[in-house]
């Protein structure tokens, strides 16, 4: 069975850092795109960015040149570093997977930015 188990949220001040961890199991990792979205209350959920399972990656122009993206295939695990974080950067982040054709989510991670 497969699972996402995301990590590291918190309370920062703007302009602060955090990173967040996805660890999975129950999937071969390191063939598979994973994906950070997120969802600040009363909004629709986003994409942050994805990387594939080759490497490539992608972000939402909102955090293009503040987040960042990485993977360690030997841990099962996605990171993303969240730097220069502005209020509206709060939201709960998840990490998904699609696996032999099913969508897994993760249960989020609450990250608050004060101002």
């Known amino acids: 069975q497969v699972q996402l188990v995301e990590s590291g949220g918190g309370l920062v001040q703007a302009g602060g850092s955090l990173r967040l961890s996805c660890a999975a199991s129950g999937m071969i990792f390191s063939n598979n795109g994973m994906t950070w979205y997120r969802q600040a209350r009363g909004k629709q959920r986003e994409l942050v960015g994805v990387?594939?399972?080759?490497?490539?990656?992608g972000y939402a122009d909102s955090v293009k040149g503040r987040f960042t993206i990485s993977r360690d295939n030997a841990k099962n695990t996605v990171y993303l570093q969240m730097n220069s974080l502005k209020p509206e950067d709060t939201a709960v982040y998840y990490c998904?997977?699609?696996?032999?054709?099913?969508?897994?989510w993760g249960q989020g991670t609450q990250v608050t930015v004060s101002s």
């Open positions: 990387i594939t399972g080759t490497g490539r990656i």
């Open positions: 998904q997977a699609i696996f032999r054709l099913r969508e897994y």
